[in-house]
């Protein structure tokens, strides 16, 4: 069940999502997220009684299994982040779901774009 966050919650959580970014096809973190995640991970450490889902995510371009294998390691690489910030590894749920669950459109650039993302949300 989802917790309702404060403003100042709910913005660190959004930056953090926003800024995340991997290498192309790879599931390698990009340095430039790694300010915002360094404050999902604080705001975690003092939360100590929250859990957070990651939900991995792909654009449909490639192979769909090896599109569900990306976005399973794409979220696994946000919750190794996090864990190694100092987040106990049951505190974090990791599912993915390649580009079986878009939120917009795969035939445009722009589209794909937004696809590619690991969602995370807060919960009880």
Known sequence: ?????????QEILRKAF??????NGKD???FESYASLDDLGKLMVKKS??????????DNVGNPKTNMTLSQKRAQAVKI????????ADRIIVEYFGATK???DN???AGR???????MLIIE
């Open 113 to 119: 774009q937004k696809n590619r993302r690991v969602e």
């Open 81 to 88: 982040f996090l864990i190694d910030r100092g987040i106990k």
């Open 1 to 9: 069940m989802p917790i309702k966050l404060l403003k100042e919650e």
């Open 18 to 23: 926003d800024n995340l970014e991997f290498n």
């Open 28 to 30: 390698v973190i990009r």
């Open 49 to 58: 009684e929250w859990r957070l889902k990651l939900s991995g995510h792909t």
């Open 102 to 104: 878009p939120v917009a």
């Open 107 to 109: 035939k445009t650039e």
